[in-house]
């Protein structure tokens, strides 16, 4: 009889049992319970069948078990085996010492973890000359097979090992600009929401071409617009320089008797003769502070004098050089190493200092394009006699006098806030919504007198009228500016609103570079639009709620003082 754990393959056995037909049920019966390692004996003896002789093969491998299991266990010498990261080798497992051959069954590959050592024997195989598993492994490591192993997929940017060629990194796109439209740009349509289905190819042609026409018209209606206030500017010139008889043979001889009549007014407000303007400013002015001639003089020497010895305060110069590099930087005139007018103006700037410092008062920064002005038209005598006048004006004073005048700052700005709510409601609710007080951007306007904000052929004419209607003007010419940029003033973000009240939205930066107009610092707001005939429009626009009485009435009930 067989041992119940021969290891007599299952094909063996029925190879055995087809030499006895008349019991070939019975012999599978019983390969069955050899199989499953049950003792089968009784059941032979029951039947009354025949028993199942050994075969020459299967007493070989009967010997050979026992050969194995008397003989002791080979001592083992575990020795790492360094493994290729990220790979698997499958092994299959094979009946040592079989070469049946009829084919074998296949069986499931045993997968060998990359984390697990592998186990090499160093002992002689057995005696019979069959090598061990463990002999084979380390005299040569066996290469999973097609039907051992299943392929492994390749692994990107896997190290690669000694031996094996280094792999090429690969190459890099290189991103050609296309002279012409992309090929996006070529079939999405500029006419219809992303969110409807796609025109009909006709139809989109079509409606490409007539969007292509009415941006061509309003290109064409665009600079149809800036052709005509053009006209209008040159035709207003033409009309001053005529007048300039008139402006010698009545005005300059008789300055007070003259400024009473209101054609010889209405004259003052389209602008004075540039080469008048000077003049006209010095007589409009006056001198209330009655100062000599010689003060600038003797101011000047003040300073040269602290300025040598070191006194003067070297965070005041500082100041100073600071202010004069920002002052009317598209004239080119005060540039501190090309400027003709640079030292002129920082000798004014230093004599005005000296001569504020008898009264406590300091530099206030922003009064350089105010000197670069006067400078501009007069002499630097004469322009300091002006800006001391001029800055002694009741609201000119307080914006300049430092902490000392807060209260009347807080007056004026909500004398401002009056007027706004008057004459542009929805910017005053807007501005309310958003915490925007005139705090935040009136003294950007006034302590320069709009010269960092407007270009200078309209800061002329505007200061033209300031100079002879006092400081009314200066509110009136500011709400004129908020009603130019009004479409601007509605956006929900405050941060937004006020880059454009500084003149700083990106945005409106962006349409000016791509039509090439060149912004500077002397002129923000020339980027939305701004220029002085379209600023004129708005202020004389104004005169249907401008009442000179509503001033007088708001200064009386905020400052009964002045």
Partial sequence: MSSPHSPVSEHERRSTDSDKQPHQADG???????DSGLDVSEDANQGKHEPIMPTPRMRSFRSYDRQESAKPSPSTVSIPVSVTPEK?????????????????????????PVSVALTVNTDVGP????????????????????????????????????????????????????????????????????????????EDVKHLKEYEEMMERSR???????????????????????????WKREVVPNWKEAIRKPY?????????????????????????????????????????????????PVETLAIIEEDIRVTLPGLHIFHPETGPLYSDLKDLLCAWVVSRSDEGLGYVKGVSSMAGMFLINMSSDDAFVCMRNLLERHCMRSFYGGPSAKDDIEAYYRIFDTLLADGVPKVFFNFKQHQISPSQYLPDWILPMFLHHLPFEACARIWDVIILEGDSFLYRAALAIIAVIEP???????????????????????????SGLQVDQSARYEQYGMNEEVLWAEIMGMDEWWKDSTWSRLIQRELPDV
Avoid at 28 to 34: A, F, T
Avoid at 222 to 243: G, T
């Fill in 220 to 246: 064409a209606a665009e600079q149809q617009k800036k052709h005509e206030l053009e006209q209008r500017r040159l035709a207003r010139e033409r009309a001053v320089e005529d007048s300039l008889h008139i």
């Fill in 127 to 202: 005696e019979s000359g069959i090598e061990s598993p463990s002999q084979t492994d380390s005299a040569a490591p066996k290469t999973p097979t097609p039907d051992s192993a299943p392929p492994t997929t390749p692994v990107p940017n896997e190290p690669t090992t000694s031996g094996s060629s280094p792999q090429k990194p690969p190459k890099a796109h290189r991103y050609v600009k296309s002279a012409g439209p992309s090929m996006l740009e070529k079939v999405i349509s500029k006419t219809r929401p992303t969110h409807l289905p796609p025109k009909n190819k006709l």
């Fill in 28 to 34: 599978l019966h019983r390969s069955h319970h050899i």
């Fill in 264 to 312: 010889i007014r209405q004259m003052w407000w389209r602008g004075i003769p540039t080469r008048l303007r000077g003049e006209m400013w010095i007589k409009a002015i006056g001198n209330g502070l009655a100062i000599s001639k010689d003060s600038y003089k003797r101011c000047l020497a003040r300073a040269n004098r602290a300025l040598t010895s070191g006194s003067f």
């Fill in 488 to 514: 601007r003033l509605f956006f929900p973000d405050r941060k937004e609103l006020m880059e454009v009240l500084r003149g700083e939205n990106r945005a409106a930066l962006e349409v000016a570079k791509r």
């Fill in 88 to 112: 698997e080798y499958a092994y299959a497992e094979e009946s040592v010492g079989t070469s049946s051959p009829t084919p074998k069954p296949y069986t499931k590959p045993t997968v060998i």
